[in-house]
């Protein structure tokens, strides 16, 4: 129940850390349209050099400050992820998903062995440089 409860929990702060993100890379676009927006008001003359240059630098440092914040929350989640993924029911299998209850097992894909790549490459004629 321990591992269950944590998975679930994990998987709420995955869904409230990606919405953060969004949100980030919402702003981020939102600042490039205010940074366009200046930029245009100064070429045609509608605010001086000293107004335009105050402005772009703070419109800077918000973008800066919201680029340090989405990389470290990318590796929030993505750390998260790798947790998720090493708490998840290791017996469930692709021949066995529907009595897999943990929806989450279903949406993660099983990558296949790196045998079984390559024989798939050599049965399309792939990897010896065939079109298949």
């Not at 944590?6 to 869904?15: C, D």
């Not at 890379?25 to 240059?53: K, L, N, P, V, W």
């Not at 989405?70 to 993924?85: F, G, L, Q, R």
Request: hydrophobic fraction near 35%; charged fraction near 25%.
């Amino acid at each position: 129940m321990k591992f269950s409860c944590e998975k679930y929990l994990l998987q709420s702060a995955i869904n409230i850390a990606a919405q953060a993100l969004y949100n980030a890379h919402e702003q981020e676009r939102e600042i490039d349209r205010e940074t366009s927006f200046i930029a245009y008001q100064y070429m045609t003359g509608q605010i001086d050099e000293y107004c335009y240059e105050e402005t772009m630098r703070s419109l800077d440092d918000q973008k800066r400050s919201l680029q340090y914040f989405c990389k470290s929350t990318e590796k929030d989640i993505n750390a998260m992820i790798c947790v998720v993924w090493s708490l998840r029911n290791t017996t469930a299998g692709r021949s066995n998903t529907s009595s897999v209850s943990d929806k989450m097992l279903l949406t993660i894909p099983t990558p296949p062995t790196a045998e079984a790549a390559d024989c798939s490459l050599w049965q399309r004629g792939i990897m010896n440089g065939k079109a298949a």
